[in-house]
């Protein structure tokens, strides 16, 4: 059971992935961003998710530097993933978007590297310079998004080395039970992205129901029914109260009951694309 906001999962290779952390999709590079992602840091959190496409590593990368210091944290305490986008899918593209990553986040490793979305196609090549990566040194997990199962099969025909993490929309109205189930048989970690279903899971009268009898917020019970899961999330909030809320998980518990009954929320409901039909 997970107690604390620096808890971690240990991937396969023997990385450990904080089971939580501050996602920044959407967020504008500055001065807003920076302030969010060091008071992310500032609160405890040590886990922060970006991707070349969220055009904001510069800001990312300013504020882990700042963290790093005024924290008086040293760099492998914290865990930084990002992802290559598609249009940069293809083993020299791919390798050399990691470098032009690296160079905006100011770092000399990530912790996680991701291929975006599954281009068919592509992203067996990019998986490839992923591979060269990781067995290079050069980072220290790697993984995909946005795939699924059959998805994973292809890429798995030929890997040398299997995925590590699947980063996927995931809520409790798209609960993913058949990937959830097929990735635990491989030993790849589920993420959750928009685990709050991106602020529209707020009122839902159920989940309203279990935070009021818990006193926590819905936001608050989403979290802690993915940690009870065995679930990574990495919420996004930009406000330091939300940020603060979302990792205020551990001063209570959900019983098999409310578990159950978030479980049953299941619709296969998506805010996001569909990874089987995307046009990007
Ligand atoms: P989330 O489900 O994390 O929801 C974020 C929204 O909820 C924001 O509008 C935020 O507003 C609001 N919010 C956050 N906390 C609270 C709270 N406690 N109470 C009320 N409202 C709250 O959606 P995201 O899409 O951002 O997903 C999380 C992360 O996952 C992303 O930031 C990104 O890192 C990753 N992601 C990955 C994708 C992929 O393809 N791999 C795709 C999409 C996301 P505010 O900021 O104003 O607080």
Not at 2 to 7: A, K, S, W
Not at 31 to 49: F, P
Not at 224 to 247: C, F, M, Y
């Amino acid at each position: 059971m997970t107690q604390h906001l620096q808890d971690t999962v240990t991937l396969q290779g023997g990385v450990r992935i904080p089971r939580l952390g501050l996602g920044v999709f959407q967020v504008e590079d500055g001065e807003g961003l920076v302030q969010a992602v060091k008071a992310a840091i500032r609160y405890g959190y040590r886990s922060i998710d970006t991707a070349a496409v969220y055009a904001n590593e510069r800001g990312v990368g300013q504020a882990v530097k700042e963290a790093l210091a005024e924290n008086a944290l040293a760099r492998e305490e914290l865990f930084i993933t990002s992802k290559v986008w598609n249009a940069d899918l293809g083993y020299e593209e791919t390798l050399a978007a990691y470098e032009a990553s690296l160079e905006k986040l100011g770092l000399e490793y990530l912790d996680l590297y991701l291929i975006h979305w599954p281009v068919q196609g592509k992203y067996k090549e990019a998986w490839r310079a992923l591979e060269a990566l990781y067995k290079a040194g050069r980072v220290k997990a790697i993984g995909v998004s946005n795939f699924q199962i059959h998805h994973l099969e292809e890429l798995m025909l030929d890997a040398e080395v299997l995925p590590m993490v699947n980063q996927v929309e995931l809520h409790p109205y798209l609960s993913q039970q058949p990937l959830r189930s097929f990735a635990k048989s491989r030993g790849i970690q589920i993420e959750a992205w928009a685990p709050l279903m991106q602020g529209q899971l707020l009122d839902q009268p159920v989940l309203k129901e279990i935070a009021a009898s818990h006193g926590k917020s819905v936001a608050q019970i989403i979290l802690r029914w993915d940690l009870q899961h065995g679930i990574v999330t990495i919420p996004k909030s930009t406000k330091e109260q939300r940020i603060i809320e979302n990792a205020s998980l551990y001063d209570f518990e959900l019983s098999r009951a409310d578990m159950e009954r978030i479980d049953s929320l299941n619709r296969d409901q998506r805010t996001g694309p569909d990874p089987d039909n995307f046009d990007f």
